[in-house]
T-cell receptor, first 114, second 114 residues
Framework: GDSVTQMEGPVTLSEEAFLTINCTYTATGYPSLFWYVQYPGEGLQLLLK?????DKGSNKGFEATYRKETTSFHLEKGSVQVSDSAVYFCALTSLNTGFQKLVFGTGTRLLVSP | EPEVTQTPSHQVTQMGQEVILRCVPI?????FYWYRQILGQKVEFLVS????????KSEIFDDQFSVERPDGSNFTLKIRSTKLEDSAMYFCASKGGEGSYEQYFGPGTRLTVT
């Protein structure tokens, strides 16, 4: 079945550092890929998405490129802020489930210090 | 901006009791979902609902669980006889029509079973 693997956290960075959170996936065909963010005490917010190979999703300075050859969708940001501290979830939906249910990774906690 | 809402934000119940978690999806969305997140673990799919019927459910979604769309706006998850292991954050999500991929999540209901 479909699965998503994320790097273990927590990831601890100083403000203005470069961020990469790795995400790889296993799915049949061409899944749609997402990053969701969960701030402390809140629900899941869609951060960005990509629906086909080589698409780049971007939002709020975050980017991720859909790489079919490496089955990856790594999240990057050039300069993190303290307010980016949250848990980041990589997720996919695929033809296996009629593009219905989301399959999530385990989440990666990001801690940014001033 | 339209959003998914959920009530209550926190529910405490005793083992064996019935609980109903409520959600109001985004008004023109057609697909509805419930997910849960046990503390510190990944977000897991429970059930998807379309055209007034369940379209897919996970192994977690056993006979103790049911979903309903009692009117044009609410979407509910009922747990008939709660167990300690049902303690989790429950998220409702909704998605637009065919061809849309993004699911939008509510803020969640924290269920504590004692």
């Amino acid at each position: 079945g479909d699965s998503v693997t994320q790097m273990e956290g927590p990831v601890t960075l100083s403000e203005e550092a470069f961020l990469t959170i790795n995400c790889t996936y296993t799915a049949t065909g061409y899944p749609s890929l997402f990053w969701y963010v969960q701030y402390p005490g809140e629900g899941l917010q869609l951060l960005l998405k990509a629906t086909k190979a080589d698409d780049k999703g971007s939002n709020k300075g975050f980017e991720a490129t859909y790489r079919k050859e490496t089955t990856s969708f790594h999240l990057e940001k050039g300069s993190v802020q303290v307010s980016d501290s949250a848990v980041y979830f990589c997720a996919l939906t695929s033809l296996n489930t009629g593009f219905q249910k989301l399959v999530f990774g385990t989440g990666t906690r990001l801690l940014v210090s001033p | 901006e339209p959003e998914v809402t959920q009530t209550p934000s926190h529910q405490v119940t005793q083992m064996g009791q019935e609980v109903i978690l409520r959600c109001v999806p985004i008004s023109n969305h057609l697909y509805f979902y419930w997910y849960r997140q046990i503390l510190g673990q990944k977000v897991e799919f429970l059930v998807s609902f379309y055209n007034n019927e369940i379209s897919e459910k996970s192994e977690i979604f056993d006979d103790q669980f049911s979903v309903e769309r009692p009117d044009g706006s609410n979407f509910t998850l009922k747990i008939r006889s709660t167990k300690l292991e049902d303690s989790a954050m429950y998220f409702c999500a909704s998605k637009g029509g065919e061809g849309s991929y993004e699911q939008y999540f509510g803020p969640g209901t924290r269920l504590t079973v004692t």
